[in-house]
């Protein structure tokens, strides 16, 4: 018959291991718990910044774009372009904290761009058509060609005098090809491509190709002498994620 005092031992050792192991399984729970909530809090941050974009971001960028054509056109008054560059300003940073805000980046989407480009375009009394001949696009390249639509529309307002435009997503040798295009360029002597244009309409152009080449893909622009400026962006076609 076992000694009472190891009986004793034994069963405080498995007293002992028992609460150990409640511990450890209380530990991971609270551990547990406490990912969950930081999940669910992400998440109804990120619900909250895209809500936040949508609903403010689109009427900042708007108000931007229509403050810079105002300023503009007030060319011959000194006093109203000093008045607008301060709206445009506080436009800017307005636009900025918004950005900041928003921790997850609004997810822009290709048919979602065209259809607010056409009618933005119209509002201001120029004419736009969307041609699109390929089907459902994966959410990274309908975000990129998204991005690129409302670039090549910021363009179009801040540096052209645009009575047309029209924006095409086609599938040409193996890749999808977005061409956003439109009249009232300022005239060059000569075509330039690429480099020259870029530069001279900021660093929109080079932010897209950097985010386009993630996918694979490019970005070219073009101009003339006939006032036609040309965004040309291609991805390849069978591009998955």
Not at 90 to 106: D, E, G, I, L, M
Not at 115 to 142: H, I, K, N, Q
Request: hydrophobic share 40%.
């Amino acid at each position: 018959m076992p000694h009472p005092a190891y009986l004793v031992g034994t069963a405080g050792a498995g007293i002992l291991l028992i609460s150990l192991g409640v511990t450890l399984a209380l530990t991971l729970r609270i551990r547990r718990l406490r990912v969950e909530r930081e999940r669910a809090l992400a998440r109804a941050y990120e619900g909250f910044a895209r809500d936040m974009h949508d609903i403010v971001g689109h009427w900042l960028w708007l108000a931007s774009i229509k403050g810079e054509l105002a300023h503009r056109r007030a060319a011959g008054d000194a006093r109203l372009r000093e008045d607008l560059e301060e709206v445009l300003q506080a436009v800017r940073q307005a636009a900025h904290a918004v950005r900041n805000v928003s921790a997850a980046r609004h997810r822009l989407s290709f048919p979602g761009e065209a259809a607010r480009a056409r009618a933005l375009m119209e509002g201001f009394g120029a004419y736009c058509s969307v041609r699109v001949d390929t089907d459902e696009l994966p959410e990274p390249v309908s975000a990129a060609l998204g991005a690129v639509v409302r670039e090549g529309v910021t363009n179009m307002l801040r540096h052209s005098q645009v009575k047309r435009c029209a924006i095409e997503l086609v599938e040409h040798g193996g890749l999808l090809r977005l061409t956003v295009v439109n009249d009232g360029a300022p005239r060059r002597e000569a075509p330039s491509t690429g480099g020259d244009i870029g530069s001279d309409i900021g660093s929109g152009v080079g932010n897209l190709r950097h985010r386009l080449g993630e996918l694979g893909g490019t970005v070219q622009v073009t101009g003339g002498a006939d006032g036609w400026f040309t965004l040309i962006a291609e991805v390849p076609g069978n591009y998955s994620e």
